[in-house]
């Protein structure tokens, strides 16, 4: 059983950064492909990026590809999201997950492990 933790979500203005982090434990950290992923009020939980267990292949969906960066550290169990040039339409609960497997993916049923969540506020 993997239990998941974000932390750094916040307030911020539009065109500011935050960087993401998720603590992982209970599990072999290096074992799972990890994703990032968000909902905002009224809609759906919708892909945001992904990253295998090794870190060399990554993925974004095409409204975050060129702010937001995807990374892992298998040492420290922690799988990050760097947001930059942010817009209030990121406003929504992040949410960080595990998968396991050999493929990446970008659909929320294909993952295991789900952390609570953290939210991000991006204010005009």
């Known amino acids: 059983q993997v239990q998941l933790v974000e932390s750094g979500g916040g307030l911020v203005q539009a065109g500011g950064s935050l960087r993401l982090s998720c603590a992982a434990s209970?599990?072999?950290?290096?074992?799972?492909?990890m994703g990032w992923f968000r909902q905002a009020p009224g809609k759906e939980r919708e892909f945001v990026s992904t990253i295998t267990w090794t870190g060399g292949l990554r993925s974004y969906a095409d409204s975050v590809k060129g702010r937001f960066t995807i990374s892992r550290d298998n040492a420290k169990n922690t799988v990050y999201l760097q947001m930059n040039s942010l817009k209030p339409e990121d406003t929504a609960v992040y949410y960080c997950?595990?998968?396991?497997?050999?493929?990446?993916?970008?659909?929320?049923?294909?993952?295991?492990?789900w952390g609570q969540g953290t939210l991000v506020t991006v204010s005009s």
């Open positions: 209970g599990g072999t950290f290096s074992n799972y492909n």
């Open positions: 997950a595990a998968s396991s497997g050999l493929q990446i993916h970008n659909t929320p049923k294909r993952y295991n492990y």
